[in-house]
């Protein structure tokens, strides 16, 4: 075989085409190039987010599970409080903790004596501390999932401003050459597109991620509203009583006020008086008039 038929072949045999991701990577250029890395960092964020708060939720569930199962079987509210107990990352050990140092509070006077009882106004006091401290964990715990919104709803626009900005200059490209056959308009318009796809790839996953940690997070308030409840309910049965409480206000000074007494008001006779034609009732003016509600004037008072 001479010469001329080894180059013959040689421009006979079949192009093998590139991989398409590496061929639209070659192509990219300026703004496509730029939304591709924007949409990167994206990606790496919205990852990262959903792996840590996994994480967290998973840790979470966990220590709410060992916490209830010993709040459950001890006999009074502040045993575990007491016993100095430290759970770090269980939400529901917070509110608890919160809780406790709310009635430890208010079972001391300002002297610094600690009472068996608390009164009404403080248990509404308690409970509006637990309330919040549930607030906290809640917003603890959504902390971050804004990455995951923002990642959601704005890749896909951020990839769709790449592609329509790479086909305006692939066609305004076309249209000052003159010249807008397949081989000059194709690579253009194929790394125009990629940005759309990068923006899909961003945001499919985010949005499954979101879904899933919001359905966990939900779940994880609703759990700490009912132990906020359950233990308002406990402390309340354990510590709330309606009679005052302060040792300087005991029952005597209840006991000691005047009672007030309302006398019933005599039921007037009527008096018959005879005339030709009818008969009329007449009543005593002088016993029906209505009692001052003032004290009357002492004679001589300026």
Known sequence: MNTLQLLAAAGSAP??????????????EGPGLAIIVVLV?????????????????????KYNRYFDSEFRGQKRVL???????????????????????????????????????VSLKSMEHIKGLIESSVARESVALESGLILLAIAVSGAPFMGLLGTVWGVMEVFSRAAQVGNASLTTVAPGVAAALATTVAGLLV??????????LVHNLRVATVEMDNFAQELSSKIEAEYLQD??????????????EPEIRVEPKPQLEPKPVAA???????????DDVQPDLLPPETEGQS
Not at 203 to 212: L, Q, R
Not at 247 to 255: I, V
Request: charged content about 25%.
């Open 15 to 28: 192009v093998v085409p590139k991989p398409t991701f590496q061929y639209v990577w070659e192509q990219l």
């Open 41 to 61: 960092l994206f990606s790496t964020c919205a990852w990262a987010v959903m792996a840590t708060k996994a994480w967290q939720l998973r840790r979470a569930r």
């Open 79 to 117: 045993a575990m409080f007491e016993r100095r107990i430290s759970a770090e990352g269980c939400p529901l050990f917070n509110v608890y903790q919160e809780g406790c140092m709310a009635l430890e509070e208010r079972l001391r006077d300002k002297e610094g004596n600690r009472h068996r009882y």
């Open 203 to 212: 945001a499919i996953p985010s949005m499954f991620g979101y879904n899933w």
């Open 243 to 256: 009679v005052p409480v302060n040792a300087r206000e005991p029952l005597k000074t209840m006991a000691a």
């Open 276 to 286: 030709a034609d009818e008969t009329k009732v007449e009543f005593d003016d002088a």
